[in-house]
């Protein structure tokens, strides 16, 4: 995966709360945003369009442009959009589809973007990465991250619960890619970033110590602030390394061998549970198993319909899908008869010691 943009590093404004959406118009008035109010909305499906209305009588000059499938060739075909006339900023509202194209065609245009995120699937809400799907492939490409985030709980609070609940597995899983940095730190020499690494930190301990669910206001604040953090973290050290581990390896691998399984959070969840047991970290497992228990996401290939022949044959894959990685899986090198054997051990214990 090529290094990521660095440009701006960090938003010049969060905004995580209810009702937030209503001071959108004052932020893109920010002179550092837009300097004459012409923007380009971008929505997807969902609930962004019912935003964009909202929005826009307050703004003065703004086209809306619906987008669709999170493809490259979407993002190509926005960016064409935005070359018709002269844009301040491209305002990317909705999902994490919808979000990574509106990135990708800003990016590729020179425009500043604005997040206003419908959903906490992950941490694309703010992180240098765009992932679009080209030829049936999903790709990452290495993009500027959003000049502002707007996270309007009640919006939200609309979305459908499995894609927010998703996002708690791709926060708890930097405790992961944090263990596999720090693995190709004493094994390889690969520099660590401890800024970065304490951004991505920081929001997965949160995550996982809150007692709060989905239904929670501060809970759900919490997750918001967390995925920020872990796109904040890829920011600051031009690699999604911080947030990016054996873990996605595996999401990655699930992806591509057996489509359309399960959400990015669901799988990362998934692997980073996964790992952290082939690490032997008893203390983590317990408590990302507990975790993703209590939130009711995925923690055996059964529960996102694969079978453990199909779940052996990802991890192999793993590896190839970040050949530049190096993580417990690159490390331990199982064969397909030693992943077996681990997956076994693996799902007694959840059953034995995690409920």
């Given at each position: 995966m090529p290094l990521l943009a660095r440009t701006v590093l960090t938003p010049l404004h969060i905004d995580v709360r209810r009702g937030a959406v209503a001071d959108l118009a004052a932020i893109l008035a920010d002179g550092r945003i837009s300097a004459g109010g012409d923007v380009a909305v971008v929505v997807g499906p969902g609930q962004g369009g019912q935003i964009a209305e909202l929005v826009r009588p307050s703004l003065r000059s703004a086209d809306v442009f619906t987008v669709a499938g999170g493809t490259l060739e979407a993002a190509d075909e926005l960016g064409g959009k935005l070359r018709a006339r002269s844009y301040d900023a491209v305002v990317g509202i909705g999902g994490g589809k919808t979000v990574d194209v509106a990135k990708y065609a800003a990016t590729r245009r020179g425009l500043p973007m604005v997040t206003v995120a419908t959903s906490l699937a992950n941490d694309g809400i703010a992180s240098p990465v765009a992932s679009l799907v080209s030829e049936g492939i999903k790709g990452s490409y290495g993009v500027h991250i959003p000049i502002a985030v707007i996270v309007d709980l009640d919006f939200v609070e609309s979305g459908p619960e499995r894609h927010n609940r998703a996002g708690i597995g791709d926060a708890?899983?930097?405790?992961?890619?944090?263990?596999?940095?720090?693995?190709?730190?004493?094994?390889?020499?690969?520099?660590?970033?401890?800024?970065?690494?304490?951004?991505?930190?920081?929001?997965?301990?949160?995550?996982?110590?809150?007692?709060?669910?989905?239904?929670?206001?501060?809970?759900?604040?919490?997750?918001?602030?967390?995925?920020?953090?872990?796109?904040?973290?890829?920011?600051?050290?031009?690699?999604?390394?911080?947030?990016?581990?054996?873990?996605?390896?595996?999401?990655?691998?699930?992806?591509?061998?057996?489509?359309?399984?399960?959400?990015?959070?669901?799988?990362?969840?998934?692997?980073?549970?996964?790992?952290?047991?082939?690490?032997?970290?008893?203390?983590?497992?317990?408590?990302?198993?507990?975790?993703?228990?209590?939130?009711?996401?995925?923690?055996?290939?059964?529960?996102?319909?694969?079978?453990?022949?199909?779940?052996?044959?990802?991890?192999?894959?793993?590896?190839?899908?970040?050949?530049?990685?190096?993580?417990?899986?690159?490390?331990?090198?199982?064969?397909?008869?030693?992943?077996?054997?681990?997956?076994?051990?693996?799902?007694?214990?959840?059953?034995?010691?995690?409920?």
């Amino acid at each position: 995966m090529p290094l990521l943009a660095r440009t701006v590093l960090t938003p010049l404004h969060i905004d995580v709360r209810r009702g937030a959406v209503a001071d959108l118009a004052a932020i893109l008035a920010d002179g550092r945003i837009s300097a004459g109010g012409d923007v380009a909305v971008v929505v997807g499906p969902g609930q962004g369009g019912q935003i964009a209305e909202l929005v826009r009588p307050s703004l003065r000059s703004a086209d809306v442009f619906t987008v669709a499938g999170g493809t490259l060739e979407a993002a190509d075909e926005l960016g064409g959009k935005l070359r018709a006339r002269s844009y301040d900023a491209v305002v990317g509202i909705g999902g994490g589809k919808t979000v990574d194209v509106a990135k990708y065609a800003a990016t590729r245009r020179g425009l500043p973007m604005v997040t206003v995120a419908t959903s906490l699937a992950n941490d694309g809400i703010a992180s240098p990465v765009a992932s679009l799907v080209s030829e049936g492939i999903k790709g990452s490409y290495g993009v500027h991250i959003p000049i502002a985030v707007i996270v309007d709980l009640d919006f939200v609070e609309s979305g459908p619960e499995r894609h927010n609940r998703a996002g708690i597995g791709d926060a708890i899983s930097n405790i992961s890619a944090l263990a596999d940095w720090e693995l190709a730190r004493q094994v390889r020499g690969e520099p660590v970033d401890g800024l970065a690494a304490s951004l991505a930190r920081m929001g997965a301990e949160a995550v996982l110590a809150h007692p709060g669910d989905m239904t929670d206001d501060a809970f759900v604040t919490v997750l918001a602030e967390a995925l920020i953090s872990s796109g904040l973290a890829m920011a600051v050290c031009g690699t999604s390394r911080p947030a990016s581990g054996g873990c996605h390896e595996i999401m990655h691998a699930v992806d591509a061998l057996y489509p359309d399984t399960a959400s990015h959070g669901e799988l990362a969840g998934l692997g980073a549970l996964f790992c952290t047991f082939l690490r032997g970290d008893e203390r983590r497992f317990r408590e990302m198993s507990a975790c993703l228990a209590r939130h009711g996401l995925p923690r055996l290939p059964a529960d996102v319909g694969l079978s453990d022949d199909q779940f052996v044959a990802a991890v192999q894959f793993a590896p190839s899908t970040r050949p530049d990685r190096y993580t417990i899986l690159e490390h331990l090198a199982m064969s397909p008869s030693e992943t077996r054997d681990r997956l076994a051990d693996y799902a007694g214990a959840i059953r034995d010691h995690c409920g």
